[in-house]
């Protein structure tokens, strides 16, 4: 999903509220705030997708020159609900309401933080998965912090492993990882609907650059697995359906059923919890950020594998690749297995 499928972010989202069994009066409520915070922006030359955290700011200012302290909270949650949704389910890129929020009055703040998971946490998680396929793709999530939509576009010709991997499906990789083994070209020319190596794409991948992303030990060990099992299937993706779908390409909406599955099992994951309490594929790309960052002191790097629009940092470290970003990575990345 992304904000080019969705014409009515609002729409979408109060449709989901009635799937999900809100009432007709809570989904008024929210549309008549979510309309007139969506005025509010466009006066400002501004949409909800593309809004920053001084229009949500000046948003709740307005707010307060009408209301009580406790209503002008609740309708800076509905506005925060909003975004995290839309967060969730990839629509939107983040929640420009979420530091507005953090700044308010604790004593009318009722929403729950976002929950941070330790790397311990998370190794005992990625521990009860079993099935090779969903055990490299929370992997590759978690090992990378790329996109689900960019996880399931990724091709067999996107990944450089070893000699084997070429001599067994016949695909060479791109020539951008001829010098640069056991890594991952997460493409930046891929859009949603168009054709790719052969296959139409459902999703876009976001970035306006494109990223060799090194794989380290452990998901290179995650990886060979799968690829052992991997069906043989005209399909060129990496990633292929080994269920109903047998041998055609994941969806996106299959990774966020699969990571969805498991943290529910792992009391990780309630039916109508936000975005700030759910685990799924978008919380690992937060909890990729976070604990690389932590551990590197290097927000470069950490930038330039996310993907992030920064030409002056991609530049500097495309160039310098071999010696900046793999020693950086593999010396700091953490251990899930």
Not at 210 to 227: C, F, I, K, S, Y
């Amino acid at each position: 999903m992304s904000t080019e499928a969705v014409e009515d972010p609002v729409a979408y989202f109060l449709q989901d509220l009635q799937y999900h069994g809100r009432s007709e009066r809570t989904r008024t409520a929210y549309e008549r705030v979510l309309r007139r915070f969506e005025r509010f922006v466009a006066a400002r030359d501004a949409r909800p997708a593309t809004a920053g955290q001084r229009d949500c700011l000046a948003f709740v200012h307005e707010l307060r020159g009408e209301y009580a302290p406790s209503t002008v909270a609740t309708y800076a949650t509905y506005v925060h609900r909003f975004y995290d949704y839309m967060i969730q389910t990839e629509t939107f890129e983040g929640n420009p309401m979420a530091l507005v929020m953090a700044e308010m009055d604790e004593s009318i703040d009722t929403d729950p933080s976002r929950r941070e998971v330790s790397v311990a946490d998370m190794q005992s998680f990625v521990a009860g998965i079993t099935h090779p396929l969903e055990r490299a793709l929370v992997v590759t999530l978690l090992k990378t912090g790329m996109r689900v939509g960019e996880c399931v576009n990724l091709d067999l010709r996107d990944l450089a492993l070893d000699a084997e991997m070429r001599e067994q499906y016949g695909v060479a990789p791109r020539p951008q990882l001829d010098t640069r083994p056991n890594s991952l070209y997460v493409d930046s020319e891929v859009a949603r609907g168009a054709v790719v190596n052969g296959e139409e794409r459902e999703a876009s991948n976001k970035r306006k650059r494109a990223t060799v992303v090194p794989v380290d030990r452990e998901l290179r060990g995650e990886l060979n697995r799968w690829l052992a099992i991997r069906p043989d299937s005209a399909s060129p993706a990496l990633f292929l359906d080994t269920g109903d779908r047998w041998g055609h390409r994941l969806t996106t909406e299959q990774v966020r059923t699969v990571v969805r599955r498991h943290a529910e099992d792992h009391g990780w994951h309630r039916e109508g919890g936000g975005a700030s309490e759910n685990v799924t594929p978008h919380y690992f790309r937060h909890f990729f950020t976070t604990h690389l960052r932590d551990r590197t002191g290097d927000r470069g790097v950490v930038k330039y594998l996310r993907g992030d629009v920064a030409t002056d940092i991609i530049d500097t470290y495309t160039h310098n690749w071999g010696d900046r970003v793999r020693e950086v990575y593999e010396a700091n990345v953490y251990s899930l297995l």
